[in-house]
């Protein structure tokens, strides 16, 4: 699987946009990105995915680079209940199920 | 609750103890996955089953792990002769079949098992 790089931590103020970013240099013209999110204490959720265009959904937006070799996760308007690590996976649509996640960004968010 | 149920939510054990866990997914899903994640780390796959088949196993799913699903329904997990280096979070997840129309199929995660290997 290709692999992608994202910053350990961010940190927010409640109410205002979020900007993760991943890197995905090596990645493959079949490669989904998706994005999923573990709040405390919990499994990981899904949260978003792409291929070339934008995408928004009542969660998120996910801006993918024209190249694609990098995207940004954007939460409009953090709230508390946003605190979680965000992982970034590369899925090539015919290379099997499983996900592969790496380190994810630490999002904390501020009263 | 429709969501995917592990059982037990903790299980603390002493080394060289057998240790099963059990995963119900959601009930229309027919893929289920098995994932491990320890401190700080992020999920590391295990195993994935289609229906009862397996049909992948990680390099990280040592002799001394199996997992079942024999009906095709709920999963089981089984660490034989428990290390202090198995201890981590064991997730489960399920899925519904692809669409070949489909870009995904979204995983959906249960809350996990944590086990202490002491």
């Known amino acids: 699987d290709a692999k992608t790089t994202q910053p350990n931590s961010m940190e927010s103020n409640e109410e205002e946009p979020v900007h993760l970013p991943c890197n995905h240099s090596t990645i493959s013209g079949t490669d989904y990105i998706h994005w999923y999110r573990q709040l405390p204490s919990q499994g990981p959720e899904y949260v978003i995915h792409?291929?070339?265009s934008n995408v928004n959904n009542r969660m998120a937006s996910l801006a993918i680079a024209e190249d694609r070799k990098s995207s940004t996760l954007i939460l409009h308007r953090a709230t508390l209940r946003d605190a979680a690590v965000y992982y970034c996976i590369l899925r090539a649509r015919a290379a099997g199920n499983k996900l592969t996640f790496g380190g994810g960004t630490r999002v904390l968010v501020k009263p | 609750d429709t969501g995917v149920s592990q059982n037990p939510r903790h299980k603390i054990t002493k080394r060289g103890q057998n240790v099963t866990f059990r995963c119900d997914p959601i009930s229309e899903h027919n893929r289920l996955y098995w994932y491990r994640q320890t401190l700080g780390q992020g999920p590391e796959f295990l195993t994935y089953?289609?229906?009862?088949?397996?049909?992948?196993k990680s390099r990280l799913l040592s002799d001394r792990f199996s997992a079942e699903r024999p009906k095709g329904s709920f999963s089981t997990l089984e660490i034989q002769r428990t290390e202090q280096g198995d201890s981590a979070m064991y997730l489960c997840?399920?899925?519904?079949?692809?669409?070949?129309?489909?870009?995904?199929?979204?995983?959906?995660f249960g809350p996990g098992t944590r086990l202490t290997v002491l």
């Open positions: 997840a399920s899925s519904s079949p692809q669409l070949a129309s489909s870009s995904y199929n979204e995983q959906f």
């Open positions: 089953f289609q229906n009862e088949a397996q049909l992948e």
């Open positions: 792409g291929l070339t």
